[in-house]
Nanobody, 123 residues
């Protein structure tokens, strides 16, 4: 599976952005998909995930209620709608694929990564 994230940018606090992740590969629909982020001087951290069976969603506490993850298996796409953005959401955002992704999943447990997309939230 090859992944390509896009949609990052500069936005003011309180604004919204929608990230997209395009996947290639015939087995996309059998992987859980996730978004991680890495802020300046920080470790890469779990943000959100969506399962390949049933489309169940999982969120880090810091983004729950503000971010929404979704997927379109027919188009091999995953999305992260980010609302009410805060300066602390500033990071490089990465999409990832693995057979199983849940809250707190470690970044080193992911099978595939896309190149990151920068999100900058100004105060």
């Amino acid at each position: 599976v090859q992944l390509q994230a896009s949609g990052g940018g500069l936005v003011q606090a309180g604004g919204s952005l929608r990230l997209s992740c395009a996947a290639s590969g015939r087995t996309f629909s059998t992987f859980d998909m996730g978004w991680f982020r890495q802020g300046p001087g920080k470790e890469r951290e779990f943000v959100a995930a969506i399962s390949w069976i049933g489309g169940s969603t999982y969120y880090a506490h810091s983004v729950k209620g503000r971010f929404t993850i979704s997927r379109d298996n027919a188009k091999n796409m995953v999305f992260l709608q980010m609302n009410s953005l805060k300066p602390e959401d500033t990071a490089v955002y990465y999409c990832a694929a693995a057979p199983y992704i849940r809250v707190g999943s470690r970044s080193d447990a992911m099978d595939y990564w896309g190149k990151g997309t920068q999100v900058t939230v100004s105060s």
